[in-house]
Each structure stands twice: as structure tokens, then as C-alpha cells.
């Protein structure tokens, strides 16, 4: 490690290269003249709490930064190309974490905090590590990291000898004894025996929680009669309200450094680096939610499931990447939705559906990681691994894993493969770019590919209902999540996409799968209406794919979900076709899957595809 530049005698860290950190001053000149500049001394840094900060934890407001005086602390920000290179995260997701992390760094040393910014190829454990024993720092403050892969790291480092004081997240609502209280312990041998919930309902933690802060309730009881609204939150959108047009953040000369840095270090990743235009600064971060609270709450709710090719936002806030960054606390906003509720402001079905989602589901798909190891603990039939996986590095000795019983793979990183449904298809070029001519499909992939985001309904009922009726891999499918949208870590991917997504758990989190024919596509957006395909025809030239591929799925799966309460009127419904007609609807699904593996991948992606790490030098 070499001090650059010196400044005052500051302290501004770099590691060297290892043919990697490739022309550093020229990507970061203008972040390193300001960062460095205000830099603690060597003088100075003996003296200072050190305290370090998850790269998702970009927070004052709680925490240690909210506690200790800015004076004496001394804040460690590690950047690290090591993890950005673990998977082929979209750009966007690069640009909006780094971006964010640098112009935190300059705010906290506005307000009187040292900061000592590390870019480094190491992991931010060894990173840390090297740090605290370079510097003799004291043992470093850290809130506990919300992804398993962070505190696998902070654990390897400790026992190496890095010196940590952990400390709870104050940026969660809840606590694992919440979780605990309402479920009991998780318990993966025995998963029917007495005292022990199968079925992980996000709605009796949402109640429990709902109780516990008194949030949206009155007496006890919650307002409006009911806890939940979202049976009046289904309405497709027509053209009207109108949207609202949102604000904009244009880059930055500091984001433009990193739109350079990342397309010079990580040019090989997915996505567009274009049109960036997300807030990374505390007060854009706070001007997007003021605008979705005026805005676009107001008229959020009874449209949150909607679906449109010409307003792909829709009244979503896109908060979700800024949440999960720690730039806008989840205590906040459920207090900012509540008081507008009780001005007047938003409607009852609106306000309580958003603080759902924080409150609720965000907080359960915490703990529900957590209990099950990152739904390692599963017990259910497991996919076989393949060495060539996008998002898993290459494994020194990795059978396959067919049962639940077989011993677990030997790098704790690799991925759980749980696939009760079977499901193992690799997951075609569609999800990489290549043209389906599934309108539906093509359509969210490429808002993907440029945006890195799209809304939770799409996610749900067109990326992942196609995977799910198609059987394409559960695993893989996660790990395009992850590294394709901007809000993606792995507390909260694994969950939703091997959980609620595709019923790769076999119901622990979702009462039945989220599937459905074209209908649903149909009636909920206007794709439908642009297609080549029509979604009133099952079979035969021109029909919808998707209601061939539900009939089929049903089929398919019968054995196991035959006997699910909430698919008995399904199931009777095909039982009752002709042989003839389950010919033909067997036929037009077959081709449907033909049809998208024998897709090309694009130029570029089949490496991102098969390849792990950055690319050759």
C-alpha cells in the first residue's frame, strides 16, 4: 500500500494494482483531490474511533455516526474491486453504490469526520484488516452487515486477526427475536415436527409487527377494519391518472469519474452505463422521496400492480435501491406515509400497501435468510450445480447434489440450489438480451438491461412466472437477479426468487406458486396488445405461449401440487380437458421452450454467462 497523494500529511489509501486498478489518478482525480485533501494525519488517526461502514450502509442519521462525535471518529470506507468482480454486477448498480459511497465519504467530512477512504483488490475484510494493522488501529466499530456474504468475509478476517466490534443495524424495524417469536426456531431436519411452522406466511409477521409498533393501528385494532388492502390494489392502468413526470439527477463530475472508473475496471459487465440518472448525494436521495410522497403515493396503490410499455415506471418511487443503501431508513419513510395518511394526503389502501413492503415483507425476507443460512437449510430436493454458473466461482471439487442429505458444497459463497418443483433448465439468451419476440418478455428484459430496475409485478408475473412454467433453473435465475438489478443483495434476492418467485422451496414462503397463463399478462398492461402472439388463443399459429406453459407446469407438477388448497379449482378445471386438447397444449409449450433455448446468446453476454471474475489481462 502506498500513501496518494500526500496532502497535509493526510492519509488517502490505495493497494497496489495487481494489474487491476488501472490508471486510478486519471478515473478519480477529482474525488482524490477532495477526498484526500481532507484526510486524517498519522498525527491524528491514534486518536480517532475507527468505525467502519458496510458498503450498503451509507447512513448518519442511525447508527455509530449518529452517536459518536464527528470529531473524534474516524470513518473507513472500503472500495473494493474484488467484490464488484465477484459477478458481473449490471453497471448502473456499480455506478449508483460507488457514486453514492464517494459523495458519502465528502458529507462526512463536511461534517467534521475523518474519513480515510481505501481503494483496494482485496476483500473489505482483508482490506480492514491490512488497514488496522498498517495503522495499529483500535478495534473497529461496525454495524452487522446485512449480507451473509459480508459477514462470512468480516468472520474469515477475524480469525486472521482482524479486531472488530460488531454492533446491531439500526437502519432494521425489527429484531430476530421478532421473527422467532412469531415462526420459532427454524428447524431444517425436522421440518413437520410439533412446534415448528412449515409455512413461513409473511402475513403473521406483518400483523406481529403491525402490533408491535402500533403502526396504521388504533386502539388495537387495525385502521380500516383490516390489515391488509391488497385486494383493492389490482387495477390495471388505462392512461389514467397521468404520471407524473419525476425529478432528475444529472452526473455529477464525481459521478462521471465513476461512470469512467466503471467502464474502464468493469467494462465486461451487463447493462448500459448511459443515461445514468439516480441520486447519490443525501439531498437527491431525500428529493426523490419528497416527490414520491407528494406524487406518486397518493395514486400508488390501486396501480401498484400494473404493467405498461409506455410508462414502465408507472408510481413506483424506485426507492428500493436507496433503502437498501441506507440512504433513506425505512423508520422514516413508514412515518412520513403515516402522517400523510393522516392528513389526508394518501389513501388508506395506498399507504398501508407501501409500508407493507417495508414492514412487512423487506423485514421477513431479512430473518427468513438469516434462520435458513441463506436457504442452505432447506430441505428439499436439491438442482444439480454446474461449474459453468455465472455467478459462482470456479469450484475445486463440486458433485452434484441431488438430495437434500448429500454433504453441502465446500465454498461457502456458492449458492443454494433448492428446486422442489424439479426445475433445471439453464436459463436461455431471453434474459441476456436476445429477442424472444415475447413481447412481455423482451420488453422488461431490455428495461433491465438499461436500467438495472424494474417494478416488483413485473419481476414476479413476466421474468420469473415464465422461468417458473418453463422450469428453467431456479439458481440461475437468482443469480441474474442479483447481479442484473440495482437493489439486489443477497438477503433479499435468494429468498424472493428461490422463495415466493419460483417455488423453489416448495412453498415455505408462498402458499402456491406465483404462475399464470396469459390472462393475467392480458389484463394487467398493454402488452398483450403489441404482440405478435394472442393471449386469448392456447394453441395452435399465433397463440400465447403462456397459457399452453400453465396447463403444462399444472401437469407437470401434479404430484406435488395436486393436493394444495388454493389450486383445487385449477386442477379440476384440467382435469376436465380432452386428451386431444392436453396434446395440443403439451405440443405448443414444448415448442415455446424449444424455441427460447435455441436462441443465440448476445455477443459478450455468453462470457458474462460462463465466465466468473473480470476478464483476462
Known amino acids: 500500500m502506498f ?4 496532502r497535509q500529511n493526510g492519509y488517502f489509501s490505495l493497494s497496489p494494482s495487481h494489474g487491476r486498478l488501472r490508471h486510478t489518478r486519471y478515473s478519480m482525480s477529482f474525488f482524490l483531490d477532495q477526498i484526500s485533501a481532507l484526510a486524517p494525519t498519522a498525527e491524528e488517526i491514534p486518536r480517532l474511533r475507527p468505525v467502519y461502514l458496510p458498503y450498503d450502509r451509507f447512513t448518519d442519521r442511525v447508527g455509530p455516526l449518529a ?54 483488490p482485496l476483500s473489505h475484510g482483508q482490506a480492514l484488516r491490512q488497514l488496522q494493522s498498517e495503522l495499529r488501529l483500535a478495534p473497529i466499530l461496525v454495524p452487522e452487515p446485512a449480507e451473509r456474504e459480508l459477514r462470512l468475509d468480516m468472520a474469515t478476517a477475524e480469525r486472521q486477526g482482524l479486531q472488530l466490534e460488531m454492533i446491531p443495524d439500526a437502519t432494521w424495524l425489527s429484531l430476530p427475536e421478532d421473527f422467532l417469536a412469531v415462526y420459532g426456531p427454524f428447524c ?24 408491535k409498533t402500533c403502526i396504521l393501528m388504533e386502539a388495537g385494532k387495525p385502521v380500516g377494519g383490516q390489515f391488509s388492502f391488497d385486494v383493492d390494489n389490482r387495477k390495471p392502468w388505462r392512461g389514467q391518472p397521468r404520471v407524473p413526470t419525476p425529478p432528475q439527477f444529472p452526473p455529477d463530475a464525481i459521478t462521471r469519474e465513476v461512470i469512467d472508473w466503471v467502464e474502464l475496471q468493469y467494462g465486461h459487465h451487463i447493462g448500459s452505463s448511459e443515461n445514468f ?22 395514486i400508488f396503490g390501486p396501480y401498484e400492480d400494473a404493467m405498461r410499455d409506455d410508462e414502465l415506471r408507472l408510481f413506483h418511487s424506485k426507492a428500493s435501491p436507496l433503502i437498501n443503501l441506507g440512504r433513506l431508513l425505512p423508520a422514516h419513510l413508514i412515518a412520513d406515509v403515516a402522517a400523510a395518511w393522516c392528513a389526508g394526503r394518501i389513501p388508506l389502501s395506498s399507504a398501508e400497501g407501501f409500508i407493507r413492503q417495508l ?5 421477513f425476507l431479512r430473518h427468513l435468510h438469516r434462520e435458513t443460512d441463506g436457504y442452505r437449510l432447506v430441505s428439499v430436493p436439491q438442482e444439480p450445480s454446474r461449474k459453468t454458473h455465472a455467478a459462482d466461482p470456479p469450484p475445486d471439487n463440486d458433485p452434484p447434489l441431488d438430495n437434500p442429505a448429500d454433504p453441502p458444497l465446500s465454498d461457502p459463497l456458492i449458492g443454494a440450489r433448492p428446486s422442489a418443483l424439479g426445475a433445471v433448465r439453464p436459463l436461455p439468451a431471453a434474459y441476456w438480451g436476445a429477442t424472444s419476440g415475447l413481447h412481455c418478455l423482451d420488453t422488461v428484459v431490455r428495461q433491465v438491461l438499461d436500467e ?20 428453467f433453473s431456479p439458481r440461475e435465475l437468482t443469480d441474474w437477479f442479483w447481479i442484473a438489478y440495482i437493489d439486489a443483495y443477497d438477503w433479499v434476492v435468494e429468498p424472493n426468487v428461490l422463495g415466493m418467485a419460483t417455488y423453489a422451496d416448495g412453498g415455505l414462503t408462498a402458499t402456491k406458486p406465483y ?18 402472439f394472442n393471449p386469448k388463443q392456447s394453441t395452435g399459429p399465433g397463440s400465447c405461449p403462456f397459457t399452453a406453459l400453465y396447463w403444462t407446469f399444472l401437469e407437470r407438477n401434479e404430484s406435488i401440487l395436486a393436493s394444495n388448497p388454493r389450486l383445487l379449482m385449477p386442477y379440476k378445471t384440467l382435469r376436465r380437458k380432452s386428451e386431444s386438447e392436453l396434446v395440443q397444449l403439451r405440443a405448443r409449450a414444448q415448442q415455446a421452450v424449444d424455441e427460447l433455448e435455441l436462441l443465440d446468446m448476445p455477443h459478450r453476454s455468453q462470457d458474462l454467462f460462463t465466465r466468473p471474475g473480470p476478464p483476462s489481462e
Not at 448502473?92 to 464517494?102: A, V
Not at 440518472?277 to 397518493?298: G, I, M, N
Not at 412466472?465 to 422450469?471: E, I, K, M, P, R
Not at 397463463?517 to 398483450?528: L, Q, V
Open 515 to 532: 404462475v399464470s397463463g396469459a390472462a393475467y399478462i392480458h389484463r394487467m398492461s398493454n402488452y398483450c396488445g403489441h404482440c405478435q
Open 67 to 120: 452517536s459518536l462525535a464527528p470529531q473524534e471518529t474516524l470513518l473507513l470506507i472500503v472500495e473494493s474491486t474484488a467484490k464488484a468482480h465477484r459477478r458481473p454486477y449490471h453497471k448502473k448498480k456499480l455506478i449508483l453504490l460507488i457514486s453514492n459511497m464517494r459523495h458519502f465519504a465528502l458529507e462526512q467530512a463536511a461534517r467534521g469526520v475523518r474519513v480515510l477512504y481505501h481503494l483496494s
Open 452 to 471: 438495472g430496475w424494474s417494478h416488483h409485478i413485473t419481476r414476479l408475473m413476466v421474468l420469473s412466472n415464465l422461468a417458473t412454467l418453463c422450469g
Open 188 to 211: 431444517p431436519s425436522e421440518p413437520h415436527a410439533a412446534g415448528h411452522t412449515r409455512n413461513y406466511v409473511m402475513d403473521r409477521f406483518y400483523r406481529f409487527m403491525r402490533r
Open 3 to 6: 500513501s496518494f497523494p500526500p
Open 359 to 363: 414492514l412487512g415483507w423487506r423485514e
Open 277 to 298: 440518472d439516480l441520486p447519490v448525494t443525501q439531498a437527491d436521495c431525500d428529493r426523490l422521496w419528497s416527490f414520491a410522497l407528494e406524487h406518486l403515493l397518493p
